[in-house]
């Protein structure tokens, strides 16, 4: 059974750093892209960034230079390394998997979700 396991998340004063985590059980990653997105109260899912299968990488505007996506398929897990945050950055973040070479930050072509972990960014 696939399973995504997301950690790192926390609070965080403005211009500080967090890593998340999101760890893979029940299948590899190898053939899965991964998607990071994130979720703000009374707002939709939006696409943050995401790696593909041969290293492919996208990341919203919001975040471009900020944070930087990686994976590392010998401990089946894909990092969200997140610098310089700021308030607009809090939300629940929930990391995805989707089977094949793809290179996409839309929620729906995305199969397999983790439960989210929480980060808030305030002083």
């Known amino acids: 059974q696939l399973q995504l396991v997301e950690s790192g998340g926390g609070l965080v004063q403005p211009g500080g750093s967090l890593r998340l985590s999101c760890a893979a059980s029940?299948?590899?990653?190898?053939?899965?892209?991964i998607g990071w997105f994130h979720q703000a109260p009374g707002k939709e899912r939006e696409g943050v960034s995401c790696i593909s299968t041969y290293g492919m990488t996208l990341y919203a505007d919001s975040v471009k230079g900020r944070f930087t996506i990686s994976r590392d398929n010998a401990k089946n897990t894909v990092y969200l390394q997140m610098n310089s945050l700021k308030p607009e950055d809090t939300a629940v973040y929930y990391c995805a998997a989707a089977r094949g070479p793809i290179t996409t930050m839309r929620p729906g072509r995305y199969d397999s979700w983790g439960q989210g972990t929480q980060v808030t960014v305030s002083s």
């Open positions: 029940g299948f590899t990653l190898d053939y899965y892209a």
